[in-house]
């Protein structure tokens, strides 16, 4: 799973592409969260526009949520914007669907400049 995290100055860039799978975004989500920088960031840009592959299923979804919910303890307010290929894609949906209630903001883009927009980025 290539990916690629560019620490900015208010933020986090994420890049995936080629072949994902969940247990690869958990793993990769473990690594930000345990980073002291993280605590600090306003945003998360997470781009998966690259990626060809996804094996990744609801249980997979679901796990990832409960572990960026937890992550909203250690940064209460951080804008999470998704760039994805469709915004039909039901997994994602189920995703950004399992932080209603939370005070993060997460939405899904179909491009980089709308995603960028809506941070301030």
Known sequence: MPNI???EKN??????TDKIT????LDASTIVY???RFSDIKY???DFIDVKIAEVDKEDIIRLACQHRAAVLSNPC????????SKSNKL???FVELF?????EVQLFQNIDEANEWLGR
């Open 5 to 7: 995290l560019t620490w």
């Open 11 to 16: 933020g986090l860039y994420w890049k995936y």
């Open 22 to 25: 969940g247990e690869e975004l």
């Open 34 to 36: 345990d980073d002291p």
């Open 44 to 46: 998360k840009l997470v």
């Open 78 to 85: 951080v804008k999470n914007a998704i760039v994805i290929d």
């Open 92 to 94: 994602a949906n189920k």
């Open 100 to 104: 209603k209630g939370s005070n993060w």
